[in-house]
């Protein structure tokens, strides 16, 4: 009884301690009510568009916007707009949010023109009214623009006149939206990472003549561009991007093996460009030994116009791909057939893990191909050829959802990418190889221990509209949200 007798003040001491510090907190936090409840009476403002800030994820899916507390408010009501196409601007998430903070959080996508507006709300129990007049902030998540190249201009001429500088940042031309433009003649990068980009909504037009864009070993990027080669005069040594013939001894850094490696931090890509009647390479390395660390195609329409081409589409002759991957996109000819060695893909040289640059070690490789579109590609060649390159252990393989009508080798398609062995690892499935009328009934997969499963034996029903446009019909490739999204209904 002592003992309890004991404890049972201390109890009550403690429990006193934590009521006094509880108590003390509240009236802190009483306290700053007291400050903030001091602004009375008022119409408030809306946080000023200065002091409104956004930061985006380091993947690009999602943003932060902050904005300073307004003492006295009740609340902010804060609206984001995609304004891509200004004229048609629509809502991020909920319009009018009510936010009792000051930062919120949204959606994101790469490459987009974004609107804030934020409005301040009234406090009843303060009568302070809200702010009258709402802040408006526009921003972006693009590249800044290095320079706006005006519409009627020929691009030869102008990089002539204005060459691209030496930059250790990547630069950024910017074509005017629905401008048209002419290319004559090569286009020269040198060793500056360069992105070279129209409007999403509506595309800038090049009509190439003659030339590429000649790239030294550095990242290159084209977006949101439509590129027509129907008059080209050029030679079939040209391409669209096309690697130096001569290594650019300023700032190289060479591996052991020889190679101007372009880093897997910057890569060559082709983002939303639509390219008809293409009659040559789509990028050739020229025989040299350049290592591409990654190359990306994402949502294009690539077309080409040649029945006697008798390269790789993409075409290493000397040298490396690291990592390629090519997704929501369409590839077709608008000749059948097409040469047997027109080829998707080709590296001549051996595997990623032989290529030791000086700044990165490359120990695997991986090819990716998904939910795109082949129509009338290299009907009689091989899909892809190669002497090494991602076929080691470690290599990574996926081909899924995708749609393959009348291309390559009589629809042996999934076998010649998987370089008929089971040595890389290999994700597949929901793939369609139609062709001349029927499903390809050969090898499916490399062998029977790894089939590509699930793949469909149906007729996509997959049709050419003319000018890069397809429509597909077939009901199991719609469920399945196969192929290009582009000739899908909408969901």
């Known amino acids: ?107 994101a996508t790469e490459d987009t023109r974004y609107k804030v507006i934020i409005k301040t709300l009234g406090n009843t129990q303060n009568n302070n009214k809200e702010a009258e007049v709402a802040t408006e902030k526009a921003y972006d998540n693009m590249l800044p623009v290095t320079a706006i190249i005006p519409s009627g201009t020929n691009l030869t001429e102008y990089f002539t006149a204005n060459p691209i500088p030496v930059s250790s940042t990547e630069l950024c031309y910017e074509l005017v939206a629905g401008g048209s433009y002419s290319m004559t003649g090569n286009i020269l990068q040198g060793m500056t990472a360069v992105t070279i980009r129209g409007d999403k909504v509506d595309h800038a037009k090049i009509a190439v003549t003659d030339g590429s864009f000649v790239n030294d070993g550095a990242g290159f990027k084209l977006k949101f561009l439509d590129m027509d080669f129907s008059g080209f005069t050029g030679t079939s040594s040209n391409a669209v991007i096309l690697m130096n013939t001569t290594f650019n001894a300023s700032g190289v850094e060479l591996s052991g093996g020889g190679y101007v490696v372009v880093p897997t931090t910057s890569p060559i890509a082709l983002q939303s460009c639509k390219i008809q009647d293409m009659p040559y390479y789509l990028f050739y390395d020229n025989g040299k030994k350049y290592a591409i660390g990654t190359m990306l195609i994402k949502d294009c329409i690539i077309g080409q116009n040649t029945g006697t081409f008798g390269n790789a589409l993409i075409r290493f002759g000397a040298g490396m791909l690291k990592d390629f991957t090519m997704i929501n996109s369409t590839l077709y000819n608008e000749v059948a057939p097409s040469h047997s060695s027109n080829r998707f893909m080709q590296i001549s040289s051996s595997h990623a893990g032989n290529v030791k640059p000086t700044t990165e070690t490359w120990a695997n490789g991986s090819l990716t191909i998904t939910n795109c579109t082949f129509w009338q590609a290299g009907k009689t060649a091989q899909a892809y050829n190669a002497n090494g390159a991602m076929r080691q252990a470690g290599d990574k393989i996926t081909i899924q959802k995708n749609v393959f009508v009348d291309s390559y080798e009589n629809g042996r398609i999934i076998n010649r990418f998987r370089s008929a062995n089971s040595t890389p690892s290999y994700t597949g499935g929901e793939n369609t190889q139609w062709y001349d009328g029927k499903l390809f009934t050969g090898t499916q997969d490399a062998t029977s221990a790894q089939p590509d499963v699930n793949y469909f034996t149906s007729d996509p029903q997959l049709t050419y509209q003319g000018n890069g446009i397809f429509k597909m019909e077939g009901s199991v490739q719609i469920s399945a949200r196969t192929g290009d999204p582009r000739w899908l209904p909408a969901q």
Not at 19 to 36: A, N, P, Q, R, Y
Not at 48 to 64: C, L
Not at 91 to 102: H, K, L, M, T
């Open 1 to 107: 009884m002592k003992i309890k007798s004991k404890i049972g003040p201390i109890r009550n001491i403690l429990y006193l301690m934590v009521v006094l510090m509880i108590t003390s907190c509240v009236d802190g936090f009483k306290d700053d009510e007291t400050w903030t409840s001091s602004v009375k009476n008022i119409t408030l403002e809306s946080p000023a568009a200065d002091k409104i800030t956004v930061n985006f994820s380091a993947d690009g899916s999602e943003q932060t916007i902050t904005w300073p507390l307004i003492p006295g408010a009740g609340g902010y009501s804060v609206s984001v707009y995609n304004v891509d196409d200004p004229d048609n601007p629509y809502a991020i998430g909920e319009e009018n949010q009510v936010i009792d903070g000051v930062s919120a959080k949204y959606p």
